[in-house]
């Protein structure tokens, strides 16, 4: 351990629900993205699944709010150190998606990909099982622009730079292919709990 | 199967992946480095010259993730943008601003001094970088400015002659950081005092528009680096005047 001479930091209590080098933002919610925050409305927003999968297929705004809602309430992660607590989402599983298009058995990972161009990848069963939604609301409220509205992927058990916001797609392979930030030195899947921040951690 | 015509993914536009290569093995390790120099920029913001005698090297527009270590255990680390320009003198240069009730930030204006050391990482990502290869339109606001002063240093010291304009804003002059090193490539803007016969404002489109207006060949490379409500105005200021969207990559200080 190499001590800071003179570093107390914050006073803390032990937070069980941290992650190992992460702070509590609070009330905070610091936006992240590279490029330009699109201008965005729902008529205009679409969200297509292809890949290997039986049925690739798209859906416009209202037939994807045609799906059962779900709602995750827990906490999110930035590789950028903050976390925040106690959030709440709504929008849809993407489990109910994906049964749709019945990803193949050869199926292992997914590029995820935004409006903007973003990309982002992840294995596949980081996306099954209850753990990942299509979001669009955020405290019961329409997601901001800034923070992905009108709809982004939601993946809050991996950092947040898997999260695509403005989620444009999912193209289903079986092999992973490095998205943005994982081309540019970030960690291939980014859990926050082994603190998997950069390539080789 | 899926016909191939059917599985289309979008190219990222925003920035070229790919360009930058990101070194996996500085990436992962935690060095360790030694503060050599404290200079105070503005009443609220200084840079701490570190010694890093295992530094792979950077490109300017890069960041560094720093740790500190208390005592007993807790750990504090932040995401800090390089300030100095790549040379090979071992040393790099961060300049931090005096965050209200930051525990690093906090550590560093009021405790650190010449001898002290600190674990950094990195450098990381390659997003922002800019090797100094096309032209180069800097638009930054408060410490925004420390990733994009990276460039122009690098710009200088290796006398580049591709087109690079930086456009600085900054409250007052007393809170424009670097404010002696800028030259003709520079424009700062004042949004609450200016020295006499400066207006004072806002980044407008009269600040733009100029620099768009003298398009080097090939276009700019617009690099935006501030906070979230400065780098949503001035990312759509210069899209209102004419800058693919594809050509703008933003640094959020968040």
Redesign the interface.
Known sequence: ??????????P?VRNAALP??Q?DAGDDW?????????ELTPAEWSLRI????EE?RGWSWEEAHELPGSVYEGDIH?V???SKFGVRFGGVSLDAFLHMVRPHVSATHA?A?SH????TSLPLADLTGGRAWIAWEYDGRPLAA?HGGPARLLVPHLYFWKSAKWI??L?ILDHDEPG??E????HARGNPWEEQ????? | MTEAAETFTPPTRFAVPGRIAVSEQAAAVWQTATITQVRRETPHAATFRLAVPGWAGHLPGQHLMLRLTAEDGYVAQRHYSIASAPDDSGHIELTLDHVEGGEVSGWFHTVAEPGDTVEVRGPLSGFFAWPGDRPALLVGAGSGVVPLMSMVRHHRARGLDVPLRLLVSARGPEELIYAREYGAETTPVFTRRAPEGVPVGRMAAAHVAPLLAEQPPGGWEAYVCGSNGFAEHASRLLVAAGQPVHRIRIERFG
């Open positions: 351990m190499n001590v800071t001479r003179g570093f107390t930091g914050r803390r190992p080098g702070y610091p936006v992240l993205s590279a490029e330009v925050t699109p292809d890949g290997l999968v690739p930035c950028t150190s903050w590029v990909y903007t161009g973003y990309t800034e444009a797609g193209r943005f930030w081309q540019n030195g970030y921040r950069y390539r080789g951690d």
